[in-house]
């Protein structure tokens, strides 16, 4: 049992915490030019769908190189220095934007900033797999995945308060510099935890090449549809984060900074969402456990509803707005946390931080990197003929990816409670490896 005498390199806790930070502030670099597109566009004069690229296709071109072969390299090495490395350089990469001249060298740097996530976030999931029990891990997973909720909320109220004061390129460095500073942190005071090797873990072909772990994670139902409902669900909050902001802007006529307070507050109510779906998730799957995946199925259809009454609204209805982005906000991060725990639960423990970075692999692809282009162009074409209305109507086709997402999350529920029995089947050993 840990007492308060234990040193903080071996506190679950302490762990968790510093491990939601990095994410929250690796975060905050990734979504930073979502609060500075109208200044960034303005300056370099680019178009909507430029926007999109930069902000999208650079980090999922990055991603898409490095996502499972890092993960792979979680499953087989030591993730306490993999993270505190690609956390470091990431956020390095990203505070270069802050010398961006144009549309390449931007790109360029938001590519590199993908690296941070890349390496960081399915060894971080790995680590807190060994960490926790499975009784308290949607929990646990809640707390981390609050990091893209704070780090949303960072970038939108740090991040328009910077920019209103000393510019968009000053906010990119802060941005990237905290990433830094606590890779050092996690380097200096925390120990890989020791990997539990459970007699399931055997059974998936103990010493296996892992390069038939993607294929073997794929053709397990239960992962590929949970795959599936990440990629939709994604498509739909990437799209709807990245452009938020300029619809607030030009929809409702808002300023940049009170588009980022508002903005700002349904990010706080996300983070309150993340950990309500952890705790509600444990304490309904004790009774049943479909809740397990029932829970992202609830909050994705909820999210839906709430996003498109929002995207519905008239121009100017700031209360309606305001109280309907903070529902779609609670509602949409639901589905994170009890998505990891349940595969935490089902793939093999010398498989997980591969499978974490397959979902993180398709949100990169088709939600980091498909949704701002496609709604980037999306607006552009559509503006020609709705008289400058397009962003929204562009947004209304992307949030209604939540639906084929609902239906995913359907399907792998279904699928959840045979892949549960196999997973927790009676074993005749476990043994532990550092």
Known sequence: MTTLNTP????PGYVLGLLTMMSALAFMDRQILSVL??????????????????????????????GVPLGRLADRRERRTLIAWCRGIGGLLGALGGASMGFWTLMLSRAGGALSDA????????????????????????????????????ALVLGSWLAAHYGWRITVVVAGSG??????????????????????????????????????????????????????????AYS???????????????????????????????????????ALTDRL????????????????????????????LPAGALTAATALMVAFAFFLPWWVAP??????????SQRRATANAMVLLAGAIVGNGLGPILTGWLSDVLNASLGGDGLRYALMGMVGMLLPGMLAFGRALQAYPAAHRIALQPLPATVTTP
């Open 240 to 278: 709807f984060g990245t452009w938020n902001i300029a619809l607030m802007v030009r929809h409702h006529g808002m300023s940049l900074q009170q588009a980022g307070w508002i903005s700002g507050a349904a990010a706080l109510t996300s983070v309150i969402g993340g950990l309500t779906s952890g």
């Open 37 to 66: 597109i109208q200044p960034v566009k303005l300056e370099f004069g680019l178009s909507d769908l430029q926007i999109g690229l930069v902000t999208g296709l650079g980090f999922a071109f990055t991603f898409s190189l490095l």
């Open 179 to 236: 990433s830094m500073l606590l890779a050092l942190l996690l380097h200096w005071s925390v120990r890989e935890p020791l990997r539990v090797v459970t007699a399931h873990a055997a059974q998936a072909a103990p010493g296996a090449r892992q390069s038939g772990a993607v294929a073997a994670i794929w053709h397990q139902p239960i992962t590929r549809w949970l795959i599936v409902g990440a990629a939709f669900t994604l498509l739909a």
């Open 285 to 312: 799957a004790r009774r049943d456990l479909r809740w397990q995946l029932g829970v992202p199925m609830l909050g994705v259809g909820l999210s839906l509803v709430c996003g498109m009454a929002y995207l519905l």
């Open 119 to 154: 390496g960081g976030t399915p060894a971080s999931m790995s680590m807190l797999a060994d960490l926790y029990p499975p009784a308290q891990r949607s929990r646990a997973m809640s707390v981390i995945s609050t990091g893209g909720s704070l780090g949303a909320l960072m």
């Open 339 to 348: 998505t990891y725990a349940a595969i935490s639960l089902v793939v093999p």
């Open 8 to 11: 903080p390199a071996t506190r």
